[in-house]
């Protein structure tokens, strides 16, 4: 099955996913990579995401290749622009910056990657991408030169998520930037979630699993940790014992 209906079908079921954000730029020790790997396979982590804003290094494709040789979780790519395509991932979010008015973000880079997708095996899942300020600039609102939304325009936010969800776009997902100093919010996100029918991703920020569940209580469909497991691996059992106890209670009450 796509990952896409997937994630469809399990927001219909109320069903909650975690996402753990690989960032090849940080990846200088494949042996840290290969711990991350057991312990993302040992805690049913359900994706891996691939990407970053600024990737200086030239090891995606290594990256990616060790996850698939390692474990079966899908990858995602998650590109930071057109030149982040590798045909070995899964799948890739073709991501329009809606929150942002720069259109090579919004379309350009979409002409360039197009036609290289249109002849790969990668699942293509069209995604409504929305940066929430958060504090501090992060690299995404730098590289990208978009201003995020506000943390209090809640329905700003609706309203972009909404035409997104209009002009066809299958996934939302609302980041407040990798690192970010403060997590989205939960009326942010419970408020985004009520105005849109497709699931709903949110990351940056998640570094307790608290944050983990109260983004997962406000209405995220699929969570996204990447930074905290740096310094922290070990979070990832936390978080994924309380996304585990949040899907059993959804098949208890079937
Ligand atoms: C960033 O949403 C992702 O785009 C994950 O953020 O690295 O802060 O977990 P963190």
């Known amino acids: ?12 079921a109320g069903k909650k996913s975690i996402a753990v954000l690989i960032d090849p730029d940080k990846i200088d020790d494949p042996v840290r990579l290969s711990n991350l790997l057991r312990l993302a396979n040992e805690n049913c982590v359900d994706y891996f995401f691939v990407g970053g ?13 060790q996850i698939k040789e390692t474990v079966s979780i899908p990858v995602i790519l998650f590109p930071g622009g057109s030149l982040q395509i590798d045909s070995s991932a899964d799948a890739i979010l073709f991501l329009s910056l809606i929150s942002g008015r720069n259109p090579d973000l919004l379309i350009g880079q979409h002409v360039v990657a197009a036609p290289i997708l249109k002849n790969n095996r990668l699942e293509v899942m069209p995604t409504g991408y929305i940066l929430i300020n958060s504090g501090r600039t992060t690299s995404v609102a730098y590289i990208s030169n978009t201003t995020p939304i506000p943390e209090d ?7 972009t998520a909404l035409a997104g969800e209009m002009l066809g776009l299958r996934l939302i997902y609302l980041d407040a930037g990798s690192g970010a100093e403060r997590e989205i919010n939960a009326k942010m996100i419970n408020t985004v979630r009520k105005a849109v029918d497709v699931p709903l991703i949110v990351g940056g920020g998640i570094n307790t699993s608290q944050k983990a569940f109260n983004a997962l209580e406000a209405g995220a469909d699929l969570i996204v940790i990447g930074n905290a497991l740096e310094k922290n691996p070990d979070l990832l059992i936390e978080i994924s014992d309380r ?11 079937k």
């Open 53 to 65: 804003s600024l990737i200086t290094t030239t090891n995606l494709s290594d990256v990616v290749k």
């Open 243 to 253: 996304v585990y106890d949040w899907n059993q209670s959804v098949e208890a009450r």
């Open 1 to 12: 099955m796509k990952i896409l209906n997937t994630l469809q079908e399990r927001h219909q």
């Open 153 to 159: 325009k809640y329905s700003l936010a609706a309203c």
